[in-house]
């Protein structure tokens, strides 16, 4: 199964929002609430910040929030912060117990 | 605290073996499923493998299938990954992560450890 399209990168100044897209199929994003966000800074692990398409995990802001229509799911980050700057991976379910990533979005806070 | 520690990485040539290992703490390993994630340099997140808490079911990305098999050790909180064949393009920094029981997702990472596979 191929990975899920984002976008390689997206900017944003402070305060602003930014969204970044997940394009999958109907195999996986489109077929399954289960599309997942995780923010990766440098040499860090990643950090799960949306699970089930728009749930956050205790401890997250709620300036990230996530949606889904069809087969692209989507992040948005709002009062843009400069600690949001970070790599951001979407996940979905592809079936037959297969998680697909992302190929990844590169934040900028301008 | 919860927390996940990997070890085992290290420098291997193409065609060797090496075994990663995960230890757990600070939550009920043994009823929640376990994955390995991996990044090769500059590049994104792979799912590796997952294996279930309870009985013990595998499963593997098809670019591993047949090469690495994950197990674990519930009376050692530990799960592990065994990479056998291996080529240039495993290489990568392998993660250890824990699912949310049913959800399909992974809350709690590890810090890593790198894999290198090189004549």
């Known amino acids: 199964q191929s990975a899920l399209t984002q976008p390689p990168s997206a900017s944003g100044s402070p305060g602003q929002s930014v969204t970044i897209s997940c394009t999958g199929t109907s195999s996986d994003v489109g077929g399954y609430n289960y599309v997942s966000w995780y923010q990766q800074h440098p040499g860090k692990a990643p950090k799960l910040m949306i699970y089930e398409v728009s749930k956050r995990p205790s401890g997250v802001p709620d300036r990230f929030s996530g949606s889904k229509s069809g087969n692209t799911a989507s992040l948005t980050v709002s009062g843009l912060q400069a600690e949001d700057e970070a790599d951001y991976y979407c996940s979905s379910y592809g079936g037959s117990d297969n998680v697909l990533f992302g190929g990844g979005t590169k934040l900028t806070v301008l | ?119």
């Open chain 2, 1 to 119: 605290e919860v927390y996940l520690l990997e070890s085992g990485g290290g420098l291997v040539q193409p065609g060797g073996s090496l075994r990663l290992s995960c230890v757990a703490s600070g939550f009920t390993f043994s009823s929640l499923a376990m994955s390995w994630v991996r990044q090769a340099p500059g590049k994104g997140l792979e799912w590796v493998s997952s294996i279930s808490g309870s009985s013990g079911s595998t499963y593997y990305a098809d670019s591993v299938k047949g090469r690495f098999t994950i197990s674990r050790d519930n009376s050692k909180s530990t799960v592990y990954l065994q990479m056998n064949s291996l080529r240039a393009e495993d290489t990568a920094v392998y993660f250890c992560a824990k699912h949310i029981p049913h959800k399909k997702a992974f809350d709690i990472w590890g810090q890593g450890t790198m894999v290198t596979v090189s004549s």
